[in-house]
């Protein structure tokens, strides 16, 4: 047999090894733009979504979802603990996965229009939280939108507020913003 023919055979065998072996494997859905803005938006709130990828719920009434989006071509994402705690209060926590976490970051400085802080996102970011609708410890299973207030105890430079809400039956995670005002002080408390 020529070495063409052999290389050819090769390859075949290698492409239906490959064929096979991923034909069985369930894919996820594409991720989601995080948002239509491609720069910063100065006349209306930048509101952001997230696909939700995992819900893990423990038994002190903690849930970590994991939530990922594209920004620019970019994977960003986040994992945000409903129910964390924080001495004697529960509340949510925004917690870095990594490079994904630092594209959040600096995807939410381009659509607010303000400077990064620190171009890596806090290993864990804790904000007190009103519940505005729904239950902390339910949020593995019914939505919940949430109100959120980092710094809420001072100093008032550093005080920020803004909505993170879930919606698992449409497998969404939404950061909303609450005033404007608030951008430089949001992405102070997210960054490192």
Known sequence: MSPFRTNVLRLLGAGLFVSLATAGVAREPALPEISAAKGPVLRDFADIRLAVRSIECDDRN???????????????????????????????????????????????????????????????????????????????????QAKVFFFADGPESRYAELYTNIDVTRGVLEIREKDMSYRANVLAALAR
């Open 62 to 144: 903690q849930c970590s979802v994991l939530a990922r989006g594209v920004y620019q071509g970019k994977t960003v994402g986040v994992k945000v603990v409903f129910g964390a705690r924080e001495g004697s209060r529960s509340g949510i926590a925004y917690q870095s996965i990594g490079a994904e976490s630092d594209a959040l970051l600096g995807a939410l400085s381009t659509l607010y229009g303000q400077p990064l802080p620190s171009a890596k996102f806090a290993a864990r970011a804790y904000g007190d939280v009103v519940v505005l609708r729904g239950n902390l410890s339910e949020v593995g299973t019914y939505p919940m």
